[in-house]
């Protein structure tokens, strides 16, 4: 049973891409998402499983996809442009975040190649969407997500904020923030149940997986996933997923 177990977290569940509709009411605005996480190309996966996302993004309908950082994984940076180039396929507006890994390898050259392959990296920025507010966060662990700019929001109108860390949702109470949209926890990555609790990436606020309502220290969460590996190179009950996010009034 073991061995069956490894095999089928480190060969086949990592290769599985899951798409998971969630629609989530009560944001005082109407929008389509995709959100992904956590790419982590590098050590264990290349561009082809890449493009085997991508394809699967543009058979979906939606208004643009957001990507909750961590781009990289003990990537050579020689090998950006190859490895990304996918990602200038997508036939969809593309914003981004990145995620802590993403800051521990050459992330300027990094930036350079999203940026060339029509990634939108939205860090301190505040997009205007008519009815509602996108804005990005720098990552907790390595920019120390400095909320300030979001004073400089129209506080009429609720802001979508898209993190890498889902406890960046701790800085968000002061703003008009119905909903954080987050990655890293890779939803545990490995989960056993009866046994444990989901291992590999904890959060201070004890965040795992999904939606999480709103409490006296958090703004409301949504976690996806993500669609790559870390640390080690499985995947248990935990399979790579896109989440199409229908957000609702």
Request: aromatic share 10%; hydrophobic share 40%; glycine share 4%.
């Amino acid at each position: 049973m073991l061995s069956f177990l490894f095999l089928w977290a480190h060969y086949i569940e990592p290769n599985i891409i899951l798409t998971q509709d969630k629609t989530i009411k009560g944001l005082g605005f109407n929008a389509d998402v995709i959100l992904i996480s956590d790419i982590h190309l590098g050590l264990y996966k290349n561009e082809d499983y890449l493009q085997r996302v991508v394809n699967k993004i543009n058979n979906i309908s939606a208004d643009y996809v957001v990507i909750a950082g961590d781009f990289t994984y003990k990537a050579n940076v020689k090998d950006y442009k190859k490895y990304f180039k996918p990602l200038a396929h997508i036939n969809k507006p593309i914003y981004a975040v990145r995620g802590n890994h993403d800051y521990r390898t050459s992330d300027k050259e990094l930036l350079n190649v999203l940026k060339q392959y029509r990634v939108n990296i939205i860090e301190n920025h505040i997009i205007n969407f008519g009815t509602y507010q996108l804005a990005g966060l720098s990552d907790r662990l390595e920019s120390h997500d400095d909320t300030s700019f979001l004073n400089k929001a129209n506080k009429t109108k609720p802001i979508l904020v898209l993190a890498h860390n889902p406890d960046s949702s701790d800085r968000l109470l002061p703003f008009n923030v119905p909903l954080l949209l987050a990655g890293h926890t890779h939803c545990g990555q490995v989960y056993l149940p009866f046994i444990t609790n989901r291992l590999v990436i904890r959060t201070q606020h004890k965040f795992t997986c999904g939606y999480h309502e709103a409490t006296d220290k958090t703004v409301p969460v949504f976690i996806t996933p993500g669609i790559g590996e870390d640390n080690l190179p499985l995947r248990l009950f935990t399979p790579p997923t896109i989440n199409i996010l229908h957000l609702q009034k």
